[in-house]
T-cell receptor
Framework: AQKITQTQPGMFVQEKEAVTLDCTYDTSDPSYGLFWYKQPSSGEMIFLIYQGSYDQQNATEGRYSLNFQKARKSANLVISASQLGDSAMYFCAMREYDYKLSFGAGTTVTVRA | DAGITQSPRYKITETGRQVTLMCHQTWSHSYMFWYRQDLGHGLRLIYYSAAADITDKGEVPDGYVVSRSKTENFPLTLESATRSQTSVYFC???????????????FGPGTRLTVL
């Protein structure tokens, strides 16, 4: 079974608008972590934000926030005030007890001027 | 420069040849990982290592061999390359859980491998 599901293969967003990228996960491990990575066209993997399963508050890092709904097993990434440089592929990933990461298939975001 | 490096960055080889992809990190991270990235699959774990001389299989280990004689190096070998192993390969590293319970992984720049 897929551990991480990203249902949006691609999205378009207007510059300065907000965009939400969906991520659902599946685990029976009570202690886990959720990550979002950005992969621009140059190919490198850039860490954006982290949410631990026991964290009470949603994580935020600048224009990135993670909408964590534990009961629904979702960890959506919200990018506020989109910029042209936000055009990239975005991956959701989950770390379980064994410290390995499981990745979703990714969502391509294209920001339009 | 400190960090995590991969070599070569690009490699073209032929079916049946042996290929070794190198990964080197300067952070003294305990954990190291090899992933492959294919369209529609995201990144999939090939092998990982929790410490020198300790390695374990990931999701897609078939056709690959790893070793870790030194903490800073984690080479990945394709013993007899096949076309299905054409992919982008990423190496990553992280601290041990005692130092970083979050388990953030730091990625190398990737190696684009083409098997003809």
């Amino acid at each position: 079974a897929q551990k991480i599901t990203q249902t949006q293969p691609g999205m378009f967003v207007q510059e300065k608008e907000a965009v939400t990228l969906d991520c659902t996960y599946d685990t029976s491990d009570p202690s886990y972590g959720l990550f979002w990575y950005k992969q621009p066209s140059s190919g490198e993997m850039i860490f954006l934000i982290y949410q631990g399963s026991y964290d009470q508050q949603n994580a935020t890092e600048g224009r990135y926030s993670l909408n964590f709904q534990k009961a629904r097993k979702s960890a959506n990434l919200v990018i506020s005030a989109s910029q042209l440089g936000d055009s990239a592929m975005y991956f959701c990933a989950m770390r379980e007890y064994d410290y390995k990461l499981s990745f979703g298939a990714g969502t391509t975001v294209t920001v339009r001027a | 420069d400190a960090g995590i490096t991969q070599s070569p960055r690009y490699k073209i080889t032929e079916t049946g040849r042996q290929v070794t992809l190198m990964c080197h990190q300067t952070w003294s991270h305990s954990y190291m990982f090899w992933y492959r990235q294919d369209l529609g699959h995201g990144l999939r774990l090939i092998y990982y290592s929790a410490a020198a001389d300790i390695t374990d299989k990931g999701e897609v280990p078939d056709g690959y061999v790893v070793s870790r004689s030194k903490t800073e190096n984690f080479p990945l070998t394709l013993e007899s390359a096949t076309r299905s192993q054409t992919s982008v390969y990423f190496c990553a590293s992280s601290h041990a859980p005692s130092l970083d319970p979050n388990g953030e992984q730091f990625f190398g720049p990737g190696t684009r491998l083409t098997v003809l």
